[in-house]
């Protein structure tokens, strides 16, 4: 081989060696989860993203292995499923096709792939198991007490204590592995040897227990030590045992008293099986601490009633009562594939004064939902008082008077000659300010700390621009979004309500999945709807059904198909939509029987919920020319939903269905503007913006007419609203993109900055740190307030990263991008990121007087098409270079005073000078 020859070949070898450098994955996930423990689904999807150096990088091949073992993985031996080399640039939602799952199956699994710009080596190995798929692999028996105790109060305002649980066992051989699968009815908290298992808090999902319960899987292999052996639970009572039994009978539903489903299973190196499970072998006893503890009014913590040991070995618990076989809740059993709920935070308060002798106001500085961890010394029988409120009186006294009737009070008996911490276990609060009372001794700030609770999602979006009040709207959405998940989207945390109503999320969750990995979460509500459906096709306002609100309305129960949308738009899944659509299917068919006439729905309930009214004191408007009509509502959202009906319909290969859709639609479209479309001054109806803006948006207005009912829409802002917001619930949903697509960024960033009534600004400058419930909430009925509720910001989130930052998915999962930042004068950065499922894609840009700067990343294995504000291509650099000179980077077109370019992935620097 000649000199020459091997310099080419060593290049050659070194330039494929840095490729296979630089070329990773990482963020391995299975359903959307890292390393999840006892899932359901046989053929659960994977995921991972790539990494590497350069730009323009795609997946051309991947290989996934799944194996038994560690071992076997690490030997690249995919003894259940070796996929071999597979051509394909899908890296996310990758449906395992190996040998069928079973039972307690654990599968380790890694990936490899293929790029246009060399390959990577095998993953980091992750891992997921498979839980109980049979009813029959279940050998334990529910337990529980069914009544309450001579201390409980089984009343409206209940005082139920918490149960203690308690089982001993033998380990004689050495442990291999073991697994508890738990299901406690409402919350639990699980031990063994003394030890907590797990980092979870208010564990156990609320559901409509009657149609589906949720069990956990934990491993606790080096929990289990050979020889005595304990396991124990505390049972809390949640949404099981309701905060107001015995109460509006036809209104609340009730499940029982808790009750507990617990199983054990021990594996030993040689082979066998130990089963601990739940029976009346156990003791338990309702006479320790927690006295009380109730979503609603708080939890009483009695220390002196402690009992040291009571979940660990050697505990004496003779005198405890022996648990009782009871009824199964009635739900199917399934695992739990939604985030467990967990301290996620931590807030220091900001001042702390004396209201009075004995009594302390803590101000957080921030409106959020969990509860106080409390440091205290004192003596045995002293009793600390914490209640909570979101605001004050003018006098400095709690203001509770919007909470209705919860009490939100805890109250810890301290047992004395120590220091003593505690925080609840099996209730939260939603508040600012905190009263303490009874506390001995002078309280100071270093005593107190916020805990703040919810779902452990991921935080996937970062936000910010170069308007300090944008950024605090922002800040108010982000804690107002935190604060409402606890297993299922909430409407509020704080007052005697916390109801998971869909019309809250119907758009909302679109702008909350930027913030947050919202997916899994909202896949589990969906299951929570589709369990409250009735037989005839009705779905209710609530879901889960908590409350007995089935009103037949198009807009609230509409969520359903809006949110299913969501998901497959945002995360590329599909499986809502494959389980959902015979379920939104017949609720679209009973809405269509029932109240269509002349395809015009009859029907409405809610209206444009929360409108701003004419009169700072009034909570609804009462003009009707601010009011949009409730048959033009629900029209327009047969319409709209008949479209995502007709897409679902065409993703499932159902042609026929796809068809009716479609004709369906097109009569209702042509009913809607034959009935409520002006022909001479193309205004809908009373010419409200929502009345308009609803067919603008969904095309329903004939394309001939758009220009003009959009101009009767910015008309109607400008002129009669002064620029400000004029839309309830349903309108703002739709409004701020409305406006930027149709061609006014503009007016929706001067609604979205405005900070005079009624705007999202004016509650922050009346000192809000979350949304409020009601644009004039400090004027209105104070105690019909909620001062964190979500269901005003509309799309106001999915505008500012959508539009704003210009991040937006063209078809599903961000696989390709569209990025059209508006150019705003009054706005001169925008700084983002968000986390797709393919990585992280960035977007900052700068616009001062005329010069453009715009920071762009794009993950590997996609790709975007870029607006960037140019009066040609040629005016446009990208790190300093002309782009026409880079080869990286394609001039597709210019439109609209904009260079439209294609990039792959990688980092970009565009700059346009005036």
Known sequence: MSKRAHIALLIFILSSYKCLAGIATQNLRCEMLHNPLGIETIHPRLSWQITGEGRNINQTAYQVLVASTPTKLAANEGDLWDSHRVNSGESIMINYAG????????????????????????????????GLLNTTDWKARWIGHDGGFPWDSVSKFSRLSARYY??????????????????????????????????????????????????????????????????????????????????????????????????????????????????????????????????????????????????????????????????????????????????????????????????????????????????????????????????????????????????????YTLKGGEDESWRPAFVYHGFRYVEISGYPGRPELADFEGEVVYDAMATTGHF???????????????????????????DCPQRNERMPWLGDRAVGSLGESFVFANGNLYAKWLDDIAQSQKPDGAIPDVAPAYWNYYSDNMTWPGTYILVADMLYRQFADKAPIEKHYVSMKKWMDYMRVKYMKDYIVTKDKYGDWCVPPESPELIHSKDSSRNTNGQLIATAYYYHLSGLMQKFAKLLNKPADAQAFAALKLRVGNAFNQKYLDKKSFRYANNTVTANLLPLYFGITPAASSKTVFKNIVDKIENDANGHISTGVIG?????????????????????????????????????????????????????????????????????????????????????????????????????????PYG???????????????????????????????????????????????????????EGGRAIFRIGSGSYNFEVKS
């Open 464 to 490: 910010e621009t170069s308007n300090p009040l944008i950024n605090q709207v922002y800040h108010n959405a982000y804690w107002g979004i935190l604060s409402n998940y606890k297993g299922m989207p909430v």
């Open 840 to 894: 992280v894609v960035k977007s900052s840009w700068t616009s001062n007087n005329g010069h453009f700067t715009w920071h762009i990343t794009i993950p590997p294995n996609s790709k975007a098409l870029v607006y960037v504000p140019a009066g040609t291509g040629k005016a446009v650099t990208e790190s300093g270079q002309a782009v026409n000179t880079i080869k990286d980077i394609k001039l597709v077109k210019m």
């Open 166 to 411: 308690h089982k001993q066992f033998d380990v004689k051989q050495e442990v291999k592995k073991a697994t508890i699968y738990i299901i406690g009815l409402g919350h639990y908290e699980l031990y063994i040897n003394g030890n907590i298992i797990g980092d979870q808090v208010l564990a156990g999902p609320p559901t409509d227990y009657t149609q589906s319960v949720k069990y956990n899987t934990f491993d606790v292999t080096n929990a289990i030590k050979q020889g005595a052996n304990a396991v124990a639970t505390v049972l809390g009572n949640g949404r099981f045992f309701t905060m107001r039994p015995k109460y509006k009978r036809k209104k609340i539903k009730e499940f029982g008293f808790p009750k507990m489903l617990l199983q054990l299973e021990v594996e030993y190196t040689d082979g066998t099986r130990q089963l601990i499970v739940s029976d009346n072998s156990w003791k338990f006893t309702a006479d320790g601490p927690i006295r009380t503890n109730n979503e609603y009014d708080g939890e009483e913590y009695d220390a002196t009633k402690e009992m040291p040991g009571w979940n660990n070995t050697g505990f004496d618990d003779s005198k405890w009562l022996k648990a009782e076989l009871v009824e199964a809740p009635g739900g199917r059993v399934e695992a739990q594939v939604n985030e467990l709920i967990k301290v996620m935070d931590t807030v220091k308060p900001v001042t702390i004064n004396q209201l009075k002798p004995g009594t302390w106001i803590i101000d957080m500085g921030q409106n959020f939902a969990g509860w106080i961890k409390m440091h205290v010394k004192g003596k045995r029988g002293d009793k600390v008082t914490l209640r909570y409120a979101e605001t004050l009186q003018p006098n400095g006294e709690l203001y509770v008077a919007n909470l209705r009737d919860a009490k939100v009070t805890d109250v």
């Open 99 to 130: 040998k069928t799952l079973i039972t307690r199956t654990t599968c380790y699994w890694k990936v490899k792939v293929w790029t246009n710009k060399g390959e990577s080596q095998w993953s980091q190995p992750a891992m997921w198991s498979e």
């Open 732 to 836: 703002t949903q739709w409004l701020m993109r409305g406006l930027t697509e149709y061609g006014r960024p503009d007016l929706a960033y001067r609604i979205a900055s405005n900070d005079d009534y009624p705007s999202w600004g004016y509650m922050v400058k009346h000192g809000a740190t979350t949304i409020w419930e009601l644009w004039n909430g400090d004027t209105a009925n104070p105690a019909m307030n909620s001062h964190n509720h979500i269901m005003l910001l509309g799309d106001l989130v999915a505008w500012f990263y959508q539009d704003l930052a210009g991040i937006k998915t063209v078809n599903v999962g961000f696989k390709e991008m569209v990025m059209v930042p508006p150019v705003i004068s009054q706005l001169s950065t925008v700084n983002a990121s968000y986390e797709t």
